[in-house]
């Protein structure tokens, strides 16, 4: 039997009730049993990006983000859209496991990204602007399926769970597929 692929999940959002947090709770339930994934829930710890503090020992919050894109196999990245991009903080987070170059934590990572939202676009641009930032790390990012959820308020219960059953259909195909495509593009473990 194949060991589960260590999977960092982040996600752009920190407020508790969001319902990107929920969608991300909803991937890692419906996520096949061949990924073990961690939420990294610490975002909002990080002090922003400075090079100053990008020495050892770093700041708290930045030794333990490094030490879990360290281990890490894959990446799953779930965030809203703010202001047509990427959120400050899931920005950050990156910046902060994106050096130093040229071997930084998040470096050579197969990624995947979804994203919900009240509106219509439904993180469209979030997902195409982070798609380009995942270029410095060479992250493979998954293509398809693809997961952007519009009007997502309609398919959240008032428990906060993802009640739309399509939608749950979704997001589990879009774990499998992730597996797959984690473990196509996974760098070889570290000895």
């Known amino acids: 039997m194949t060991a ?25 339930e419906l996520a096949p049993a061949g990924l073990a994934i961690t939420f990294w829930d610490r975002a909002g710890e990080l002090p ?12 708290e919050p930045v030794a333990s983000l490094r030490a879990a894109c360290a281990d890490a196999q894959a990446i799953l990245f779930v965030s809203p859209e703010y202001n047509y991009s990427i959120p400050g903080v899931l920005k950050n987070l990156i910046d902060w ?3 130093p170059q040229p071997d930084p934590p998040l470096k050579n990572k197969p990624a995947a990204v979804m994203g919900a939202s009240t509106g219509i676009s439904g993180t469209m641009r979030m997902q195409y602007h982070l798609r380009q930032v995942a270029v410095i790390l060479n992250a493979p990012m998954m ?32 774990m499998a597929a992730f597996e797959q495509w984690a473990r196509l593009h996974a760098p070889a473990p570290r000895p």
């Not at 922003?48 to 990008?54: E, R, V």
């Not at 959240?156 to 589990?172: H, Y």
Request: contains cysteine; glycine residues 6%; proline residues 10%.
């Open 4 to 28: 589960p692929l260590r999977v960092l999940a982040v996600c752009g959002s920190l407020r508790q009730g969001s319902m990107n947090r929920a969608l991300l709770r909803a991937a890692i």
């Open 48 to 59: 922003l990006y400075n090079a100053d503090l990008d020495v050892d020992p770093r700041p």
């Open 97 to 99: 496991g994106s050096r």
């Open 143 to 174: 293509p398809q399926p693809e997961v952007i959820l519009p009007r997502a308020v309609e398919r959240f219960g008032p428990d906060g769970r993802l009640a739309d059953d399509s939608t749950r259909a979704l997001v589990k195909r879009f």
